[in-house]
């Protein structure tokens, strides 16, 4: 019989292939799956035969290829419903696990921070991470493939995704490096990722007050973005909790910047009630305030969460 003609993909497959790209070992899969090794490997051989194409570039660095990097979406979504069905039916054996998104441009001590304090939720249930660009995490949240979201400046965005949990205010800087001048009437050299919120943001502030300028460095990763500003390159709007000793704010060469909304979004059908004691976690890790919990809207008490959706507010 040939495997490709099958018309059923086996869940415990997808699983599978889901956890160990996700974590990038066939060991740290075992362990969750409780399988061995060989068995992982077996289910993901068969997963490949019967769709007929390579998930990974090699076994491995594990990377996905592009049509296991398609895959995955579908994938998570399919796993996720099966194992909501199953809860409802009260067969489930498995514990929940809880999707939390994270920027890509996080830092590492917020994130330990995160870690450390949400790792698991309310009834045992496992919290998985990732992190990612801000227009991937929106639209998982609303594919149902993630259920929790840290997003910033929130105002800018074409649609709200799923509900707000949790909001503040975080003032956006021009940063740059003590040794670098900015003579006056001179183009202000700029670093920025291409498309992203802060460089629409800078763009119009300079645009507006007719400053020249032009893009000395731009890249995906944001540690190589932060080592162009510290190295002299030019200068970086980012949010103050991202601004680090090396680097100094600009204060009078710029024009000023304004605050952005971030806050925790949580997707569409998420039981609120059960989860408000993880959700309230990490909106205390993840608050610039010094870690004090900011109001969450819309949250009234045990009633659970009345579901309203806030505007755009920049």
């Not at 707000?164 to 202000?188: C, D, M, N, V």
Request: hydrophobic content about 40%; charged content about 20%.
């Amino acid at each position: 019989m040939d495997l490709r003609q099958s018309n059923h993909i086996p869940v415990e497959l997808l699983r599978a292939f889901v956890v160990v790209a996700e974590s990038k070992s066939f060991a740290t899969a075992a362990v969750s799956l409780n399988l061995t090794e060989s068995t992982i490997s077996a289910q993901l051989k068969r997963l490949r035969d019967l769709l007929g194409g390579n998930l990974f570039e090699n076994d491995h660095s594990l990377r996905l290829t592009r049509w296991g990097m398609h895959l995955l979406n579908h994938a998570r979504r399919i796993v996720g419903m099966n194992d909501e069905l199953l809860a409802l039916a009260g067969r489930s054996s498995r514990p929940a696990q809880l999707a939390v998104g994270l920027p890509a441009w996080m830092d590492e001590r917020v994130l330990a921070n995160v870690f450390t304090r949400c790792v698991s939720g309310p009834s045992g249930e496992r919290v998985g991470f990732r992190c990612n660009h801000t227009e991937v995490l929106i639209k998982e949240l609303e594919n149902k493939t993630l259920d929790v979201a840290f997003l910033c400046n929130t105002g800018a965005m074409p649609r709200t995704p799923g509900t707000q949990f949790s909001h503040w205010s975080e003032q956006l800087y021009w940063i740059k490096s003590p040794r670098l001048a900015l003579p006056p009437g001179a183009p202000i050299p700029l670093i920025s990722l291409t498309g992203t919120n802060p460089e629409r943001v800078a763009l119009k502030a300079l645009q507006d007050c007719n400053m020249p300028f032009y893009i000395a460095f731009s890249g995906p990763d944001w540690s190589a973005r932060r080592a162009a500003v510290a190295g002299g390159l030019g200068v970086l709007a980012t949010i103050g909790r991202l601004i680090t000793p090396d680097v100094e704010i600009v204060r009078d060469a710029l024009p000023d910047l304004p605050a952005v909304e971030t806050g925790l979004f949580v997707r569409d059908g998420l039981d609120l009630r059960r989860f408000a004691p993880l959700l309230n976690r990490l909106s205390d890790a993840l608050d610039p305030r010094g870690w004090s919990k900011p109001k969450p809207t819309g949250f009234v008490g045990k009633t659970g969460f009345t579901g309203k959706k806030r505007p755009a507010l920049i």
